[in-house]
């Protein structure tokens, strides 16, 4: 099922890779000028991410409903063809076998499709923060002549006073508010992106 948490997650990779790439090297002997961000807040805290989340939700909530509609169109048609079983034709009793079977066995493609549908979806909302989000931490970079910067999921330790999470927050929803979760439809699956590893992919719960 998904949640808030696993909406966010999709960001990991690309935002890994966001930090790492704006980081400046210091010189040869130089001093390192260290800041910490976390990603993960970012997201979670700021208000794009806020709406996007709740966007990615109501897109959840509606796939969830076509692929509760497609099992029961399959078991609607497994039952016509047990209820009608004594009044059909072989040649009838035949052909609605093969529809079917045909579906039923379509129906894992279906579902891996709507699934991809969604993270495909999110995935382009999630496009519009980190694009925001790349002058902001050059922004904080430059202000500061900072010359490593580092995602609070990679540093074990370290003090308070290097983390700048809550000032990009502050500067990225000074910069976007929301975002627009467009429904990103295709008739063929598609590979799925990359994961952060550790991370669980998008997926869709089948219903009980």
Same mark, same amino acid.
């Given at each position: 099922?998904?949640?808030?948490?696993?909406?966010?997650? %999709?960001?990991?990779?690309?935002?890994?890779? %966001?930090?790492?790439? $704006?980081?400046a090297f210091a010189?040869?002997?130089?001093?390192?000028?260290?800041?910490?961000?976390?990603?993960?807040?970012?997201?979670?805290e700021s208000f794009?991410?806020?709406?996007?989340?709740?966007?990615?939700?109501?897109?959840r909530d509606q796939? *969830? #409903?076509?692929?509760?509609? &497609? #099992?029961?169109?399959?078991?609607?048609?497994?039952?016509?063809? *047990?209820?009608?079983?004594?009044?059909? $034709?072989?040649?009838?009793?035949?052909?609605?076998?093969?529809?079917? &079977?045909?579906?039923?066995?379509?129906?894992?493609?279906?579902?891996?499709?709507?699934?991809?549908?969604? *993270? %495909? $979806?999110?995935?382009?909302?999630?496009?519009?923060?980190?694009?925001?989000?790349?002058?902001?931490?050059?922004?904080?970079?430059? &202000?500061?002549?900072?010359?490593?910067?580092?995602?609070?999921?990679?540093?074990?330790?370290?003090?308070? $006073?290097?983390?700048?999470?809550?000032?990009?927050?502050?500067?990225?929803?000074?910069?976007?508010?929301?975002?627009?979760? &467009?429904?990103?439809?295709? *008739?063929?699956?598609?590979?799925?992106?990359?994961?952060?590893?550790?991370?669980?992919?998008?997926?869709?719960?089948?219903?009980?």
């Open positions: 099922m998904i949640t808030r948490n696993f909406i966010f997650s %999709l960001a990991a990779a690309s935002l890994g890779t %966001l930090v790492f790439t $704006s980081v010189a040869r002997g130089a001093d390192l000028n260290v800041l910490v961000v976390d990603q993960q807040r970012v997201l979670r794009a991410g806020h709406d996007m989340a709740r966007q990615g939700q109501m897109l796939i *969830q #409903q076509e692929i509760v509609q &497609e #099992q029961n169109a399959i078991l609607a048609l497994q039952q016509d063809i *047990q209820k009608n079983a004594k009044i059909l $034709s072989p040649a009838q009793r035949q052909q609605k076998i093969q529809q079917f &079977e045909q579906r039923r066995q379509g129906y894992q493609a279906f579902e891996q499709r709507k699934s991809q549908v969604l *993270q %495909l $979806s999110v995935e382009r909302a999630q496009g519009q923060i980190v694009t925001a989000l790349k002058p902001v931490l050059q922004q904080v970079i430059d &202000e500061r002549k900072i010359t490593l910067m580092l995602d609070r999921q990679v540093v074990m330790y370290a003090l308070p $006073s290097l983390d700048v999470t809550d000032e990009i927050v502050k500067r990225l929803n000074n910069v976007i508010r929301s975002v627009k979760v &467009e429904r990103v439809d295709f *008739q063929q699956p598609v590979s799925r992106p990359p994961t952060a590893p550790g991370k669980p992919p998008i997926g869709i719960a089948k219903p009980h």
